[in-house]
């Protein structure tokens, strides 16, 4: 094993104690990756699909508030006609 590992100023040669630092530093750098791959990047899903609903149902509500308008002009005119209109 040809690593030499300074720390502080000072060379660590127990092959055990290097051993253990590079395992440290794999197991740190494992966490890492898991910590991005199964938190951060469902939480970027979720706040990405979330907007994708909120602009959707957005548009859908304003589809449907243009619809009911049309059809309650036309029902209150007919009505007005219908109740208030000219009698003969």
Do not use: H
Request: no cysteine.
């Amino acid at each position: 094993m040809n690593r030499r590992v300074v720390i502080n100023g000072k060379e660590i040669s127990n092959p055990v104690a290097i051993l253990a630092l590079q395992a440290g530093a794999l197991i740190v750098a494992a966490l890492v990756i898991a910590f991005v791959f199964f938190v951060i990047l469902p939480l970027v899903g979720l706040f990405i699909g979330s907007i994708f609903i909120a602009v959707i149902t957005f548009l859908v509500v304003i589809a449907v508030a243009v619809i009911i308008g049309i059809f309650s002009s036309v029902i209150s005119a007919y009505l007005s006609e219908l109740f208030g209109g000219n009698r003969r």
